[in-house]
Structure formats: structure tokens, C-alpha cells
């Protein structure tokens, strides 16, 4: 069964607005990853938070953890017409993902 | 893309017939990993390998079997394809940095199977 779930399932933004997405996850995690999938191409990996760290940057992205409510949350700021893609949480553990599936994201110019 | 390539990218097959995809990596990590990807599914782990010779199941392993005989090459193969095998294959490594696994993947493959 699916460990990661996404909220919402789309969302659409103008550009220069922030994009928040959630995740939420079963059981016990090592970490906790975010993955971007432009349409017809494959996974590429945005940030990674372990499950000691409750928050985490990486220029334009910052991703919270919290393990007592097996969350995640995924904030682009200032959103580019470039960022329109899907976005996947993924829940780590002995050496495995699990994947949600997945938010459609659309920045409108 | 993290040296990963793989091939066919692209495959039309009639149902009942054998198919094999493979994965080919070029940086000798120990990890590899075959999902499927399905609208309304976002990415399942068929099979994964931890080593040479050494595999395991993942969530929707059964139609499928895998094998890896050198450390590079990661084969997955639907020994009598069915239309519900009809799907987006992606391969992925892992490198684990730290002891922290973050996965890179291939380009993927598209299967259809009539």
C-alpha cells in the first residue's frame, strides 16, 4: 500500500505565489524525500529530510518534517512557470521508497 | 542523470509473449530499483537489488522477475505479459550519502501491451 500521501492532488498558482504541498506517511521513516517529474521524463530528487531534522532549505525550497504527526510539507517560493510539474513525496526506509502519488502543479505566467 | 540508461525506451508486445527490460549504470552502485508508474498510482517498486545476485520483492512483484549478474546491469522480465503490465518502467540507483538513501533515475521505459 501507498506509505506517502500528497495533498492536495493539484494545485494551481500564479507565478511569483507560494506553492505549499503536504505528505503524510505511515509508519516509522529514515527520512523523508521530495521528487519533481516533468511530464514524460523521470524523477529528479529535490531535498531529502532525515527523521531527526524538522526543517530543511535548499534555495527556493524549504521542507518540515514532523514524525509525531508523520507529515511533510513541501513550500516553493516565489513559483517559476518553470516549477509546473509533478511533485512526489517519498517515504525512506531500509534502503526503499514509497512513493505518494503525486501533485500537479501548474504556475500560471 | 546519474549514468542511467535504460532500454528499450520504448515497447509494443502482444499479451502471452516474454519482454525484458533493462537497466544499465555506469557507476557501480550496489542499490538498484525497478518501479512502475501508473496514473493514480504515482511510482510502485516491483523488485530491487542489493548486489550482484542479490534481489528482493517489493510492493507488486508477482508477473515479474528480475536478475543482475554484474554489478551494472539490472534486468526486469515479464515472463508472459498481460495488458495490466501495461505501464511506465523507471529504474533507479541509490546513493547512499551519510547512510541516507536518495534515488536517481533513468529515463524510463513506456510498455504496451495489447
Known amino acids: 500500500s501507498q506509505q506517502g500521501e500528497e495533498d492536495p492532488q493539484a494545485l494551481s498558482i500564479q507565478e511569483g505565489e507560494n506553492a505549499t504541498m503536504n505528505c503524510s506517511y505511515k509508519t516509522s521513516i529514515n527520512n523523508l524525500q521530495w521528487y519533481r517529474q516533468n511530464s514524460g521524463r523521470g524523477l529528479v530528487h529535490l531535498i531529502l529530510?532525515?527523521?531527526?531534522?524538522r526543517e530543511k532549505h535548499s534555495g527556493r525550497l524549504r521542507v518540515t518534517l514532523d514524525t509525531s504527526k508523520k507529515s511533510s510539507s513541501l513550500l516553493i517560493t516565489a513559483s517559476r512557470a518553470a516549477d509546473t510539474a509533478s511533485y512526489f513525496c517519498?517515504?525512506?526506509?531500509?534502503?526503499?521508497?514509497?512513493f505518494g502519488k503525486g501533485i500537479t502543479l501548474s504556475v500560471r505566467p | 542523470d546519474a549514468g542511467i540508461t535504460q532500454s528499450p525506451r520504448h515497447k509494443v508486445t502482444e499479451t502471452g509473449t516474454p519482454v525484458t527490460l533493462r537497466c544499465h549504470q555506469t557507476e557501480n552502485h550496489r542499490y538498484m530499483y525497478w518501479y512502475r508508474q501508473d496514473p493514480g498510482h504515482g511510482l510502485r517498486l516491483i523488485h530491487y537489488s542489493y548486489g550482484v545476485k542479490d534481489t528482493d520483492k517489493g510492493e507488486v512483484s508477482d508477473g515479474y522477475s528480475v536478475s543482475r549478474s554484474k554489478t551494472e546491469d539490472f534486468l526486469l522480465t515479464l515472463e508472459s505479459a498481460t495488458s495490466s503490465q501495461t505501464s511506465v518502467y523507471f529504474c533507479?540507483?541509490?546513493?547512499?550519502?551519510?547512510?541516507?538513501?536518495?534515488?536517481?533515475f533513468g529515463p524510463g521505459t513506456r510498455l504496451t501491451v495489447l
Open positions: 529530510i532525515r527523521s531527526n531534522e
Open positions: 533507479a540507483i541509490s546513493r547512499p550519502g551519510q547512510g541516507f538513501d536518495e534515488q536517481f
Open positions: 517519498a517515504a525512506g526506509a531500509n534502503s526503499k521508497l514509497t
